[in-house]
């Protein structure tokens, strides 16, 4: 009986139920091929070639993260626009172009990561856009396409929960494959949409109301409320309650055109969201690159 136990145990899922439909959900979306849509959202504008990004203290930005900023700048000869906001610049234009509510949910984030989760949910939603990461990469490739309709694009992730890394797009994205402790999710960088797309709307809310939810209840966890896991769940339930999957454009091979810079001076510190989930953030002296 105990070798029967120690099988299931063995086999059992390491994904809670509504975890596993979610993943298996982003599973077949990143796997499904087809062709793509003329004008796959009814009313669907195109997506505004401006580029936005996000540290929340500007004074104190360090060397190697302003060097990927800056990366994206050779788009300006294209005709992209490049915006790029703090904290305090986020948070006027939330309470502006949004409200009171909307603002003190944004200073309810306590760490740089959940602002900037926050802020791009919150700016691409107004004004449409590109959001991207401050520590990702320009490799220098053609991006125009992105921007000819309205879709959500979207990178999506794989995680590999025996080996504790991510598993390559090209292995994950290949139709059919799947691993028991592999979690398929999207990321929240790049995040590219026309005004008032639903799924982006939805992620706002969804953050949102999470903010509120835990403001007598300690810190909460940075994924779920504000970052991957928000947006995950946004997808699935905006497309299970009726908005067409033509509605989110899959970019399975966004690494050829950015990519996470590491190592970068500030993942060895507080600023790093991993080091700092769900416990009081406190800035750090800016150093130069190491």
């Known amino acids: 009986m105990s ?9 059992a899922d390491p994904l809670e139920p509504i975890e596993r439909e979610r993943s298996d959900f982003v599973r077949n979306m990143v796997q499904r091929r087809e062709r793509t849509p003329i004008n796959p ?66 200073n309810e984030c306590y760490h740089p990561s959940m602002m900037s989760d926050y802020f791009r949910y919150s700016y691409v939603l107004v004004e449409g856009g590109f959001y991207i990461d401050a520590d990702d990469v320009y490799h220098g490739t053609p991006i125009e396409h992105l921007f000819r309709d309205g879709r959500l694009k979207l990178q999506p992730f794989c995680y590999d929960i025996a080996t504790a890394k ?30 008032n797309h639903p799924i982006v709307e939805r992620a706002l809310i969804n953050a949102t109301v999470s903010l509120e939810a835990e403001k007598a209840n300690g810190l909460p966890e940075v994924q779920a409320t504000t970052g991957p896991g928000n947006l995950t769940r946004s ?11 033509e509605a989110v454009m899959v970019a399975h091979d966004w690494e050829q055109t950015s990519t996470s810079q590491w190592p970068l001076s500030y993942r060895n510190d507080s600023r790093n969201w991993r080091l700092s989930n769900q416990r009081a953030y406190r800035a750090t002296p800016v150093a130069g690159p190491r």
């Open 235 to 245: 997808v699935f339930e905006v497309i299970r309650e009726g908005c067409p999957l």
């Open 41 to 106: 959202i009814r009313g669907s504008s195109p997506t505004p070639k401006r580029i936005v990004q996000f540290w929340d203290d500007l004074q104190r930005l360090p060397e190697d993260v302003e060097n990927c900023m800056n990366s994206w700048r050779q788009l300006e000869q294209q005709g992209f626009t490049l915006e790029v906001f703090d904290k305090i610049s986020a948070g006027d234009f939330i309470r502006s172009r949004l409200g009171s509510r909307y603002e003190d949910a944004f």
């Open 166 to 195: 991510m598993v390559a797009p090209s292995i994950f994205t290949e139709p059919g494959s799947n691993q028991a402790g592999w979690i398929f999710y999207f990321n929240t960088t790049p995040l590219i949409a026309a005004r």
């Open 3 to 11: 070798e029967v136990r120690a099988n299931q145990a063995a086999d």
